[in-house]
């Protein structure tokens, strides 16, 4: 009976830390955004899948703009390695990126997300839409500006998540 009440007490102080941890690990993630992007704001997201996922997901946003952050953590950096190259097995043409983190990639042409990894974490990044009017939807000019915005988010916001000192 004391070796089932000692194990319960194990796995919920365990659990407990896990959450303090990602906690604390998203807090230092979006002070360090908020004070290199000022009048961005964000609101946290719980992650889907099960309870066992670790998993950051960060919304940030401006006016009409947007961009999704997911921050898995991983438990080691080989893990990590493994869950980009599952991701970019069925993706067309991925560029890699130079100087965002361990490795970085845009997963496919013409799509503004990026992925990088960072020893044992895996960020992946998506900007959203930016609409200024209906005319600049259906313009095929003002559909052009936005990719090109939306691709220049993904990198700006890959480029700061990169320089972020995260725990080993």
Known sequence: MKTLIFILVVLVLGVGQEKVGLDGLSEKISSQIESNLPGWKYKRIPPFGTPETKV???QWYTTNKSVMVQIAVRATAEDAKKEIRSF???RREPQELIAFGDEAYVPEPNVPSVVLRRGRYVIYINPGEAVES?????????QERRRVERERLGKEFAKLLSTIELPA
């Open 56 to 58: 950051i997901v960060q």
């Open 88 to 90: 970019l097995e069925f």
């Open 134 to 142: 209906e005319s600049e939807v259906l313009s095929p000019e003002g």
